[in-house]
């Protein structure tokens, strides 16, 4: 798609330049200017270049217009792919697209995993209905996308867990407001009645604690202190 982006701002620009210079040669150089008006077989000839010169034009601007169309369409069926329809966080196959990224290439000593779990989905499912369950689902991965904001990056990891990770210099800072923020707008949210009470647990591991620099070392590290404690 870039190629033809490319190629189609080329051709833009040349036959803008084009018409550029035909204005100005018709305008400003009065040799030229004498011999159109003198000439009926010249302003033929020019007129005749002008409908293919248009047509042209025309024919570029639709296909701007179409490619752009093509990439907002294309924007978001990829958003929709990697997207997890209850959430609407990043979804698995997005949380590993970026794990991949990482794959090749140890990861700095900063560099900080946060596991996520909702522990009592099945309790509200059971207790309340499912459709309570799934706006709990709903109602947690805003906040966590909220608390991520600005941070890192956060997403969906199948069942009931969530990923977010830092990278920044400053990720454990990062995670410690991360985990904040999400602690500030739980409690708020099960102070309110008319919400089932989110319970979650939270399992953590940065880059320095492991002997080997693999990401999904770090991984592996913050799922297993996902522990029996409930928030």
């Known amino acids: 798609m870039k190629k033809l982006d490319i190629s189609k701002t080329i051709q ?3 036959f803008a330049l084009l018409g550029a210079f035909c204005l100005y040669k018709i305008h400003f150089d009065q040799d030229f200017s004498r011999d159109f008006a003198e000439s009926q ?33 294309f924007s978001t069926l990829k958003k929709a792919i990697n997207s997890d329809s209850l959430s609407n966080l990043a979804n698995r196959n997005s949380c590993d697209e970026l794990i991949a990224e990482y794959e090749e290439t140890s990861i700095d000593e900063h560099f900080t995993c946060v596991m996520l779990e909702l522990t009592n989905l099945q309790e509200v499912n059971e207790r309340h209905g499912r459709s309570e369950g799934n706006r709990m689902i709903k109602d947690f991965a805003g906040i966590v996308y909220m608390a991520c904001v600005g941070k890192g990056f956060v997403g969906r990891n199948g069942g009931n867990k969530y990923m ?6 400053t990720a454990v ?30 399992g953590l591991s940065v880059g320095n604690e492991l002997e080997k620099k693999d990401i999904h070392a770090l991984i592996s590290l913050a799922d297993r202190r996902l522990t029996d404690k409930t928030l």
């Open 12 to 14: 833009f620009v040349v």
């Open 41 to 73: 077989s010249m302003r033929t000839l020019c007129f005749m270049l002008w409908i293919v010169f248009s047509a042209v034009f025309i024919s570029i601007f639709v296909d701007f217009t179409m490619y752009s169309k093509n990439q907002k369409e």
């Open 164 to 169: 977010a990770l830092f990278e920044r210099d």
């Open 173 to 202: 800072e990062d995670c410690k407001t991360f985990l904040d923020r999400i602690s500030d707008k739980i409690k708020e949210y099960n102070n309110d009645p008319v919400n089932p009470d989110i319970k979650y647990n939270i």
